[in-house]
């Protein structure tokens, strides 16, 4: 399988977390692909809330705690890493059983983006996603 080109990823808050908070070694491809630009994580201002949000779940904070972070440093982490777009991109013609993942559904569509997600609400929706030309992934090693 090969990745869109430019390289332009979406990833939902679930991914995100393993990538910036609970260092999930199934994320080390993507890790090293955001560092070497391969990719170009793109995002909107509600994804970024609901990472603020979830990062307040009590699990959430109490896992920050035990790894001495805090939230704030998580979101300075994620505005490093991502080229955040102005505008919320219209909805896609796929609507997602879950509201709250539909915002990177929404994205990836409109951006031709490779989708990286764990939800599974998202993943039941590859085929659908597939014929607006977006490739869901659960991981970024199924693609390399």
């Avoid at 090293?32 to 994804?47: D, F, H, K, Y």
């Avoid at 490093?80 to 990177?104: E, G, I, N, S, T």
């Avoid at 990836?108 to 989708?115: G, K, N, S």
Wanted: proline share 7%; hydrophobic share 55%.
């Amino acid at each position: 399988m090969t990745l869109p080109e430019p390289g332009l990823v979406v990833i939902d808050t679930n991914i995100a977390l393993d990538l910036l908070v609970f260092d999930n070694p199934d994320c080390a491809p993507l890790a090293a692909a955001l560092a070497a630009g391969e990719l170009r994580w793109l995002a909107t201002a509600p994804m970024r809330s609901e990472l603020a949000r979830v990062l307040g779940y009590p699990l959430i904070a109490r896992r920050l705690a035990s790894r001495q972070m805090e939230a704030a440093s998580v979101l300075e982490a994620f505005d490093a890493r991502v080229h955040l777009l102005a505008d919320a991109p219209p909805r896609a013609p796929c609507v997602c059983k879950d509201p709250d993942d539909q915002v990177f559904i929404d994205l990836a569509v409109a951006q031709r983006a490779l989708l990286i997600s764990k939800d599974r609400a998202v993943l039941t929706m590859r085929k659908r996603l597939a014929a607006q030309r977006v490739t869901v992934l659960a991981a970024l090693a199924a693609a390399v």
